[in-house]
Nanobody, 122 residues
């Protein structure tokens, strides 16, 4: 499975961005999809995940109420809508695919996209 993330950019605090991740080379609906991020000098951390058909989602506490993960299996795409962005959200955002539901466990994800940079200025 190949994953291609896009949609990053430079925004001001309080603004919004929508990230997209297009999948190819596999059956998209077979995979749990997740978003992770890595800030400069920090380890990669979990952001959000969504189950195979989108019936359930899971978020890290710091983004609850601001970020929304969704997927369109017909388009082989997962999204991350990010509202009310804060400078601490600045990071490279990665999408990832997993066979099993262990949403915040990085090692459970089998495939990774290349990352898209989100920069939030204060």
């Amino acid at each position: 499975v190949q994953l291609q993330a896009s949609g990053g950019g430079l925004v001001q605090a309080g603004e919004a961005l929508r990230l997209s991740c297009a999948a190819s080379g596999g059956t998209f609906s077979y995979y749990v999809m997740g978003w992770f991020r890595q800030a400069p000098g920090k380890e990669r951390e979990f952001v959000a995940a969504i189950t195979w058909r989108g019936s359930s989602t899971y978020y890290t506490d710091s983004v609850k109420g601001r970020f929304t993960i969704s997927r369109d299996n017909a388009k082989n795409t997962v999204y991350l809508q990010m509202n009310s962005l804060k400078p601490e959200d600045t990071a490279v955002y990665y999408c990832a695919a997993a066979r099993r539901w262990s949403p915040d466990i990085l090692s459970e994800y089998d495939y990774w996209g290349q990352g898209t940079l989100v920069t939030v200025s204060s």
